[in-house]
């Protein structure tokens, strides 16, 4: 079974400063998806940035890039001129490319406060 | 587009009542799930449904049970609720098979047991 795991359970960072969020997951496939998403105090769940394992550049979205490392199974999100309304909840997530059900693996997140 | 849509947005019951939690999507996904959210834990997936017609347990599915009413609608329901219960619970929908994989997720019952 797949696992990932998030080893901050917390971090703060200033207002327009650079942040990085870890996370490392398990797994014997060789084709995957994973996914950061943010929640708000709003507790919406909301995605912020995907990777496709078949893919070796780097995602990125605006503020938010990744660095996915295969071979160390580790999927970096950094976020760049932090803003307040990045406050929130991180997960990172795991699906397998080949299992049936688009199943999501998540772990156990990381709260990110800015700060002005 | 209304997106993801759950009911109630806040529950609260005392052990051994019932509850179902009400899910629908209009993106015409043909996948739907249901996750728990615990502190500390990130979310856990109890029950989901790849296609109309079937569900499938997840990660944590006992004390629930699931139903795929049509390709919109997947309620989860708890027949004896119990404190250990008390979570915020999350339904999503995707097009499993395609390459839009992303799941989309509704804004979350909070369920209190006491």
């Known amino acids: 079974a797949q696992t990932v795991t998030q080893s901050q359970p917390e971090m703060s960072v200033q207002e327009a400063e650079t942040v990085t969020l870890s996370c490392t997951y398990d797994t014997s496939e060789n084709n995957y998806y994973l996914f950061w998403y943010k929640q708000p105090p709003s507790r919406q769940m909301i995605l912020v940035i995907r990777?496709?394992?078949?893919?070796?550049q780097n995602a990125t979205e605006n503020r938010f890039s990744v660095n996915f490392q295969k071979a160390a199974k580790s999927f970096s999100l950094k976020i760049s001129d932090s803003q307040l309304g990045d406050t929130a909840m991180y997960f990172c997530?795991?699906?397998?490319?080949?299992?049936?059900?688009?199943?999501?693996?998540f772990g156990a997140g990381t709260i990110l406060r800015v700060k002005s | 587009n209304a997106g993801v849509t759950q009911t109630p947005k806040f529950q609260v019951l005392k052990t051994g009542q019932s509850m179902t939690l009400q899910c629908a999507q209009d993106?015409?996904?043909?996948?739907m799930y249901w996750y728990r959210q615990d502190p500390g834990m990130g979310l856990r997936l109890i029950y989901y449904s790849a296609s109309e017609g079937t569900t499938d347990k997840g990660e944590v599915p006992n004390g629930y049970n699931v139903s795929r009413l049509n390709k919109r609608e997947f309620s989860l329901r708890l027949e004896s609720a119990a404190p250990s219960q008390t979570s915020v619970y999350f339904c999503?929908?995707?097009?499993?098979?395609?390459?839009?994989?992303?799941?989309?997720f509704g804004p979350g019952t909070r369920l209190t047991v006491t």
């Open positions: 990777q496709e394992a078949y893919k070796q």
């Open positions: 993106m015409n996904h043909n996948s």
């Open positions: 999503a929908s995707s097009l499993y098979g395609t390459e839009a994989y992303e799941q989309y």
């Open positions: 997530a795991f699906m397998g490319a080949m299992e049936y059900g688009n199943k999501l693996v």
